[in-house]
Structures are given as C-alpha cells and as structure tokens.
Nanobody, 115 residues
C-alpha cells in the first residue's frame, strides 16, 4: 500500500524559511511524478511545485523564486524548501504522487505564518 507522509510544517515568521519533507512508503519515488499542493481556508487546493520522474521541475507563479522542490531517490523522499514566506503562504501543504493510472495523497502538514 502506497503511503505519503509529510513533515516539517510549523509556525514561521514572514520572511522566514521552512523545509517540508514527504516520505513515500510502499513504493519507489522514482516511478512517480511528485508534487506539492496547498490549500488555504476557503480556497481550492492548488499545485505549487512539481518534479517529474525525469527531474523536470515546475512552479506556480506565486512561489517561483521562493520555493524549491527536490527529491532524494535513495531516501524515497521529496522536499520543498520554502524561503521568504509571505502572508499569502499559510495553508495545509499536501504531497502528491501521480502516475498514468493513479495518484496518492498525503494527509497534509500545516504551515501557518505568524503576524
């Protein structure tokens, strides 16, 4: 059974940094296209960063230049380094693994930004 487990969320100040991790269990990360989504209260879930099986990365306009996605296939883990956090960034961040036939979600990790 495939499971994605996120960690690393927590309260940060505006302008601060945070690294989120997503460990995949029951599968090998290199067979999936991996993505980080976020969902703020009252808003739809949106894709903010992705990394394909061939290590091609993509970012939403709202985070480009501030967030970096990477993966370590030996650890079956995908990371998202978040820098220069803004008031618009607080949300629950979800890890996603997608293939041609299916996709899996983690339970999410909360990233609030203090005022």
């Amino acid at each position: 059974q495939v499971q994605l487990v996120e960690s690393g969320g927590g309260l940060v100040q505006p302008g601060g940094s945070l690294r989120l991790s997503c460990v995949t269990h029951g599968t090998l990360i290199y067979i999936w296209d991996m993505g980080w989504f976020r969902q703020a209260p009252g808003k739809q879930r949106e894709l903010v960063a992705s990394i394909t099986r061939t290590n091609s990365t993509n970012y939403s306009d709202s985070v480009r230049g501030r967030f970096t996605i990477s993966k370590d296939t030996a650890k079956n883990t995908v990371y998202r380094q978040m820098s220069n956090l803004e008031f618009e960034d607080p949300a629950v961040y979800y890890c996603n693994a997608t293939s041609l036939s299916t996709n899996h979600w983690g339970r999410g990790t909360q990233v609030p930004v203090s005022s």
